[in-house]
């Protein structure tokens, strides 16, 4: 079974400034996929991100990156340069090889608060 | 841009009631699926749909049933409404067959109060 935990209830930033979310996975497989998501306050669930297992390289999209430690099992977030419009709930999430048709199991969520 | 929408945005029930909550996507994806998100609990998977009348269990499917008729549309039903079902509900869509990477596109959620 694969397990994502995000122990960040709620984190706060000032403007400009770069944030770090945290997330730790459980698995035995090899092979899996982690992905990060963003809810606003208006409820869609918005993808950001995507490292592969294999993937060589750090996975960056524009302002956001992710810290990929495959020893540490981490996958944590990095939103450099934060803006107030990056005040949301953040979901970690995963998915392995045995994983029926392509669902996603999801981590408790954080709450990044960007103050200007 | 794929677009998953759900019926309604906010939906006020009685204990007891049948509740359907629909969902339809536009980008003929294969798979369809039903999440709960509580405060602490993050998304729980409910039920999921492969393909036309397929359907599979997720993680907490006690109180819920699905119907999935036409690809493009997957419907969550709570046959007698409970307190315990007040939740915010995602219903989401993904393509088929690309490994990991595929992302999961969501609607924008239909918070039901059960009272």
């Known amino acids: 079974a694969q397990k994502i935990t995000q122990t960040q209830p709620g984190m706060f930033v000032q403007e400009k400034e770069a944030v770090t979310l945290d997330c730790t996975y459980d698995?035995?497989?090899?092979?899996?996929?982690l992905f990060w998501y963003k809810q606003p306050s208006s409820g869609e669930m918005i993808f950001l991100i995507y490292?592969?297992?294999?993937?060589?390289q750090n996975a960056t999209e524009g302002r956001y990156s992710l810290n990929f430690q495959k020893a540490r099992k981490s996958a944590n977030l990095v939103i450099s340069a934060s803006q107030l419009g990056d005040s949301a709930m953040y979901f970690c999430a995963m998915r392995g090889p045995g994983t029926s048709y392509g669902k996603l199991t999801f981590g408790q969520g954080t709450i990044l608060t960007v103050h200007p | 841009d794929v677009k998953v929408t759900q019926s309604s945005r906010y939906l006020v029930k009685r204990t007891g009631e049948k509740v359907f909550l629909e969902c339809v996507q536009d980008?003929?994806?294969?798979?369809m699926f039903w999440y709960r998100q509580d405060p602490g609990l993050g998304l729980r998977l409910i039920y999921f749909s492969y393909d036309v009348k397929m359907k599979e269990k997720g993680d907490i499917p006690e109180g819920y049933s699905v119907s999935r008729e036409k690809k493009e549309r997957f419907s969550l039903i709570l046959e007698s409404a409970s307190t315990n079902q007040t939740s915010m509900y995602l219903c989401?869509?993904?393509?088929?067959?690309?490994?990991?990477?595929?992302?999961?596109?969501f609607g924008n959620g239909t918070r039901l109060t059960v009272t």
């Open positions: 698995t035995s497989d090899q092979s899996y996929g």
């Open positions: 980008m003929d994806h294969e798979n």
């Open positions: 989401a869509s993904s393509h088929a067959g690309t490994a990991f990477r595929s992302p999961l596109h």
């Open positions: 490292q592969g297992s294999y993937d060589e």
